[in-house]
């Protein structure tokens, strides 16, 4: 991977459940970021992290940041059928973005 | 939703034909991307801008080339389509600041044959 791992490559979880996506990254970064993708289309932002932040809401989201361990988390709470989606984190360094191999995730109905 | 068009939405091509992937942001951001994005896989950073004239290669090696003559425009081109370009190419643009997220277009899946 151009950046780093991301686990689960799949999730699949009942509507109702959380869904915890984690990220591990490579470099020094001034941010991260979550994106979510639809299938077939472009990736649509979630919400950005700062480098000295550790922990961030947005909604159902809550994301998590180490920078120590150069990792991250992403947690979906009381998740619907609707977030169905792949999931990728990206690291912001200089000028470039790096996106993770995302995370696949199913929420059944 | 965010202004990034890219056309054609799909294309299929024979082997050897040149193509040019369009993409046009209408946001005014000087920060341009191309990423190539195999069903399923992780995005790849072929190509990005940080302006007019400004032009920077990315991690895959794609055989193609941009252009940026104009803040809004950042086409790709393949001067001789092959089968291994068969995947779907993504544009993105940013603004300035340090904490812009990426805009995405939906994207142009390419079919060489």
């Known amino acids: 991977s151009q950046q780093g791992e991301e686990d689960p490559q799949a999730l699949s979880i009942q509507e109702g459940e959380n869904a915890t996506m984690n990220c591990s990254y490579k470099t020094s970064i001034n941010n991260l970021q979550w994106y979510r993708q639809n299938s077939g289309r472009g990736l649509v932002h979630l919400i950005l992290i700062r480098s000295n932040e550790r922990e961030k809401h947005s909604g159902r989201l809550r994301v998590t940041l180490d920078t120590s361990k150069k990792s991250s988390s992403l947690l979906i709470t009381a998740s619907r059928a609707a977030d169905t989606a792949s999931y990728f984190c990206?690291?912001?360094?200089?000028?470039?973005?790096?996106f993770g191999a995302g995370t696949r995730l199913t929420v059944k109905p | 939703e965010a202004d990034i068009y890219q056309t054609p939405r799909y294309l299929v091509i024979g082997t050897g034909k040149k193509i040019t992937l369009e993409c046009s942001q209408t946001?005014?951001?000087?920060?341009m991307y191309w990423y190539q994005q195999d069903p399923g896989m992780e995005l790849h950073l072929i190509h990005y801008s940080y302006g007019v004239n400004s032009t920077e290669k990315g991690d895959l090696s794609s055989e193609s080339t941009v252009s940026r003559i104009r803040t809004e425009h950042f086409p790709l081109t393949l001067e001789s389509a092959r089968p291994s370009h068969t995947s779907q190419y993504l544009c993105a643009s940013r603004g300035q600041g340090l904490r812009s997220p990426l805009h995405f277009g939906n994207g142009t899946r390419l079919t060489v044959t």
């Open positions: 946001m005014g951001h000087d920060k």
């Open positions: 990206a690291t912001d360094g200089n000028n470039d973005m790096r």
